[in-house]
């Protein structure tokens, strides 16, 4: 079984600083891993993935994150955030095997951006 | 680009009413996931669905059935509805050959 773990249910940051949020799985299995984000109201939009290969991964909005196997953890960086960054951050695992597996989320990281 | 639609998008339903939620994958996609996401929860995976059939289960009450039509779409039926059900239900939908999967806007449905 998969279970993933966000270790930040709410970080608050001034705008134009830069931002961690953190996420640690845990497999018995090789897994995909993603972020989505969910703004107010709205549903998941994907925001980067990793499927193989470089562990940097770059996404939309300027996010990146980077995949460590020895540490299990997809943390989720941006160097400058906006305003308009405000949303809910979900971790999330899939079994990597073929095709149809279900998503695993994380509780979330409420990312809250001050003027 | 074309995205996974659902309908209705709010739906208010009194206990022990039937509901019916619907779902349009992104065309050429041809598995369907079912989510169901509390206040202040991460979503929940119920029910996915692959070339009609039912690929795998998850946390779905017994009260609760869906199926994957003819042309992919999918939908799930919510009978004996609870207070608890209220909640915004995903569908999501992905390619066989891609693990990446999709999501509409959700429906939110409100049991009073």
């Known amino acids: 079984a998969q279970s993933v773990t966000q270790l930040d249910s709410q970080v608050p940051v001034f705008e134009e600083a830069p931002v961690e949020l953190r996420c640690n799985y845990s497999s018995s299995v090789s897994v995909y891993l993603f972020w989505y984000v969910q703004y107010p109201n709205q549903g998941l939009q994907l925001l980067l993935k990793?499927?193989?290969?470089?562990?940097l991964v770059k996404g939309i909005n300027g996010f990146e994150a980077e995949f460590n196997k020895s540490q299990t953890s997809f943390h989720l960086r941006k160097p400058s955030v906006h305003i308009s960054d405000t949303a809910e951050y979900f971790c999330?695992?899939?079994?990597?095997?073929?095709?149809?597996?279900?998503?695993?989320f994380g509780a979330g990281t409420r990312l809250a951006v001050h003027p | 680009a074309a995205g996974v639609i659902q309908s209705p998008r709010h739906l208010i339903k009194e206990k022990r009413e039937t509901a019916t939620l619907k779902c349009y994958p992104i065309?050429?996609?041809?598995?369907v996931y079912w989510y169901q996401q509390g206040p202040g929860q991460d979503p929940q995976f119920l029910i996915s669905f692959y070339e009609k059939m039912q690929s795998d289960k998850g946390s779905i009450p017994d009260r609760f059935s869906a199926q994957q039509f003819s042309d992919y779409h999918s939908e799930l039926n919510m009978s004996s509805l609870e207070l608890g059900d209220s909640a915004l239900y995903f569908c999501a939908s992905s390619s066989r050959r891609q693990e990446t999967q999709y999501f509409g806007p959700g429906t939110r449905l409100l049991v009073l």
């Open positions: 999330a695992v899939s079994r990597l095997s073929g095709g149809y597996n279900k998503l695993i």
């Open positions: 990793y499927l193989s290969g470089s562990t």
């Open positions: 065309p050429r996609h041809d598995t």
